[in-house]
C-alpha cells in the first residue's frame, strides 16, 4: 500500500497530463507560457480571491509575502508550534523573530487563546513589534478564523495564511487561501492539489500587493508596464527568480479540475472510512467542528503515549503498510532556533502531540478494502 497513491491517481489522469506535457515540451514555452496565466485565473476564481501569482514552491510563497510587507530585522511573527518548518523559516529568513504558539488539542490548529497571550506578552517586553500572524491550515482543516480574526484586528496585525495543506478546505463555504491578507500554497506532489515537481501560489485581494509580489518573484522587475518584454531587465528592487514552470502549470489543470469534481469529496469520503472504523478504539481522531470542511492533506490520531504510537506504527510497517508522524518536533525545539528567542515558547499540548499522533495512508483514491485493513491492524494492534 501507499501512503497517497500518486502513481494511481496518474493511472486516472493519464491521458489528459500526458497531453499537457507533450503540449508544453513541442511548444517550448517553457517558462511563464499560457498555462501559468491559465491556471492562476482558475485558481484565483476557485478560492474567490482577486489575484493569483504562481511561484517555484510553498516556502519563497511565505518568504515573499514576508518580503512584500516589509517584515525583517526586529519583528515578532507569530507561528504555530506544531507545523512544517518553513511556516517558521520564512520570516526567519527575512530576519523577523518566529514567536511560536501552541495549538488546539483536537483541531491541531493555532489556539487562539494562547495567540493573544503571546502578543500580549511581545508588547509587553518591548523588545519586538509585532506585524504578522502566521496560521497553519494543518492537515487540511482551516485554522479557527473566526476568532484568529478580530485578534489580527484588535492588535493591528497582519495575516498571513499557510495553506500548503489546506487548498480545498473552506469555513461556511469561504475557502482556504482566502483568510489571509495574503495566502500561500504549495504543490508539493503530495500536498492536496500537487504537481509533478516544486510549484506554490500566492493570493491577495489587494492589487499593490499583487504587483509588488509580481515584482519580487522576477527579480524585482518593474511591473507598471506588464505588456513591457524588457521590464524583467529594469530591476527596481531586490527580487527571487520564483516562478511556476509552464509544464507544472499545464498539469495542474486537469489535476485542479479533477481535485474539484471528485477528488475532493472522495477523499472526504475515505476519511469518514476511518473515522467510523476507529470511533471505538479510545484513540483521539482527527475533529471537523461545524460549518468546516477539510481538504484531509492527512488523517492523523492520537495514541495514548509514545511507547503505544510507536508500538502500532511497527505493527502496520509489519503489514505493509505505511504511516507518517507529522511531526516528530515542536518548532521551537528545532536546532536552528537554538539559543535565539524563538526557542523561548510555551507549548505542552505541541510536545505531547509530537509524541503521540500519527498520520494514516491517505488518498481519494483508497478502497474500502484498503482502509478496512488499516482499520483492523490498528484495532489488533490496541484492543
Ligand atoms: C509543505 C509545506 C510548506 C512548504 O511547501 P514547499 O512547496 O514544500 O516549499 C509550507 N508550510 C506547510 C505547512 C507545509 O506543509
Known amino acids: 500500500m501507499q ?31 499560457p498555462e501559468v496565466k491559465e491556471l492562476e485565473k482558475a485558481l ?27 517584515i525583517g530585522k526586529g519583528d515578532a511573527v507569530f507561528v504555530p508550534d ?28 493555532m489556539d487562539p487563546a494562547k495567540l493573544e497571550e503571546a502578543i500580549k506578552k511581545v508588547i509587553a517586553d518591548g523588545k519586538y513589534k509585532a506585524r504578522a500572524i502566521v496560521t497553519v491550515d494543518l492537515f487540511g482543516l482551516p485554522a479557527d478564523y473566526d476568532a484568529i480574526r478580530p485578534i489580527c484586528e484588535k492588535y493591528g496585525l497582519l495575516l498571513m495564511e499557510d495553506a500548503a495543506q489546506g487548498f480545498g478546505g473552506n469555513i461556511r463555504g469561504k475557502m482556504a487561501c482566502s483568510f489571509g491578507d495574503i495566502a500561500t500554497t504549495s504543490f508539493f506532489p503530495a500536498k492536496p492539489l500537487g504537481c509533478y515537481g516544486d510549484g506554490g501560489a500566492i493570493f491577495t485581494d489587494n492589487d499593490e500587493w499583487a504587483d509588488l509580489i509580481r515584482s519580487i518573484c522576477v527579480h524585482g522587475k ?7 518584454p524588457n521590464a524583467k531587465y529594469n530591476n527596481i528592487r531586490i527580487g527571487k527568480n520564483s516562478r511556476l514552470d509552464t509544464i ?70 509489519e503489514a505493509g503498510i505505511p504511516s507518517m508522524v507529522y511531526y516528530t518536533k515542536p518548532m521551537h525545539l528545532q536546532g536552528a532556533f537554538a539559543g535565539t528567542d524563538s526557542a523561548i515558547a510555551d507549548c505542552p499540548v505541541t510536545e505531547k502531540l509530537c509524541d503521540t499522533v500519527l498520520s494514516l ?17 490498528i484495532r489488533n494492534a490496541v484492543l
Open 248 to 317: 507544472q502549470a499545464a498539469i495542474l489543470l486537469p489535476k485542479l479540475k479533477a481535485f474539484r469534481d471528485y477528488e475532493l469529496e472522495d477523499i472526504n469520503k475515505v476519511a469518514s472510512w476511518y473515522t467510523n472504523g476507529l470511533k471505538d478504539t479510545g484513540l483521539v481522531l482527527p475533529i471537523v467542528r461545524e460549518g468546516f470542511y477539510s481538504s484531509w492533506a492527512q488523517y492523523t490520531v492520537q495514541f495514548a503515549d509514545r511507547t503505544t504510537r510507536d508500538k502500532v506504527q511497527a505493527s502496520l510497517k
Open 3 to 33: 501512503f497517497r497513491d500518486l502513481p494511481r491517481q496518474y493511472e486516472a489522469l493519464k491521458p489528459q497530463i500526458d497531453a499537457a506535457m507533450i503540449r508544453v515540451a513541442s511548444s517550448a514555452h517553457f517558462i511563464s507560457g
Open 361 to 377: 495512508p491517505l488518498d481519494p483514491y483508497k478502497t474500502h478494502e484498503e482502509i478496512e485493513t488499516v482499520i483492523s491492524q
Open 222 to 228: 518593474d511591473t507598471s508596464n506588464p505588456n513591457d
Open 44 to 70: 484565483a476564481e476557485y478560492v474567490g480571491v482577486k489575484h493569483c501569482i504562481t511561484c517555484a514552491n510553498g516556502t519563497d510563497a511565505i518568504t515573499i509575502a514576508m518580503r512584500a510587507w516589509g
Open 82 to 109: 506544531f507545523t512544517f518548518f518553513s511556516s517558521g523559516e520564512c520570516p526567519a529568513d527575512e530576519g523577523a523573530t518566529p514567536i511560536f504558539v501552541d495549538v488546539d488539542p483536537e483541531t491541531y490548529n
